[in-house]
């Protein structure tokens, strides 16, 4: 009789572990998936800047063996190069200055940048790239 009292106390404490083990692993879960979800919205935003900052220079390479090309030209220039995200979503702003004797034209590339998943739609930000380039 001793050994089956023994025996049903070890499976009870067995089915108390496995139950802390549920609860351990209910209360960690969502954390893990919001921190791994995360990285891949950040990792996105990265890849979408890096994206926008490589169509930008292009496009300035473009306006550098080609002075005469306008504002449009060059905006089209970069939609064709831009291939994360649609060219439309792209705002580009051209300033330019003279710097001595030579003219230059600043190339400022913005995307409102908002996350895949709804968890936090409150983290929309805008991602900014510019590039300088010399117009003779």
């Known amino acids: ?41 950040f990792g996105r935003a990265i890849w979408i800047m890096h994206s926008m900052q490589e169509a930008l220079n292009i496009t300035g390479r473009y306006a550098i063996y080609n002075p005469n090309a306008s ?20 705002t580009l702003n051209y300033v330019s200055s003279t710097t001595g004797t030579v003219p230059f034209t600043a190339i400022t590339a913005t995307y409102n940048f908002t996350p895949v998943t709804n968890i936090a739609p409150f983290i929309a930000f805008t991602l900014t790239s510019s590039t300088r380039v010399p117009r003779i």
């Open 1 to 41: 009789m001793r050994w089956f009292s023994v025996m049903s106390q070890r499976r009870a404490t067995q089915h108390r572990r496995r139950g802390a083990t549920a609860v351990e692993f209910a209360l960690t879960f969502p954390l893990l998936l919001l921190l791994t979800m995360g990285i891949f919205e």
């Open 71 to 90: 504002n449009d030209q060059l905006t089209t220039y970069f939609g064709q190069n831009i291939t994360v995200v649609p060219a439309n979503t792209v």
